[in-house]
């Protein structure tokens, strides 16, 4: 069993940054992929960015490419997400959720992920 916890979030005007912080406890996370996703008001849950346990190969969505960064530290058995010139359509509450492929083919697909976070909510102000 893994627990994970979101922290960092917050509402912010935009183009500022935040960073989110995703602590598991339990199981390690060590051995597992991490992603990120996302959910705003109305609109399904959407893939955003994950990142291999290793920490060498990460993957994201077109929308946050160049803008957010995920890592990793596995001693801390934290990952985070660096989130750079928000946008007002960044808003959503933030998952973290742990995945046993390795390979960045089944990271994106919402059904491979089997621990889940509570969320964390970013609101971005225009």
């Known amino acids: 069993q893994v627990q994970l916890v979101e922290s960092g979030g917050g509402l912010v005007q935009a183009g500022v940054s935040l960073r989110l912080s995703c602590a598991a406890s339990?199981?390690?996370?060590?051995?597992?992929?991490t992603g990120w996703f996302r959910q705003a008001p109305g609109k399904e849950r959407e893939f955003v960015a994950a990142i291999s346990w290793s920490g060498d190969n990460t993957y994201y969505a077109d929308s946050v490419k160049g803008r957010f960064t995920i890592s990793r530290d596995n001693a801390k058995n934290t990952v985070y997400l660096q989130m750079n010139t928000l946008k007002p359509e960044d808003t959503a509450v933030y998952y973290c959720a742990s995945n046993p492929y390795s390979n960045s083919y089944y990271w994106t697909i919402i059904g491979h992920y089997n621990y889940w976070g509570q969320g964390t909510q970013v609101t971005v102000s225009s």
């Open positions: 339990g199981r390690t996370i060590s051995s597992t992929a």
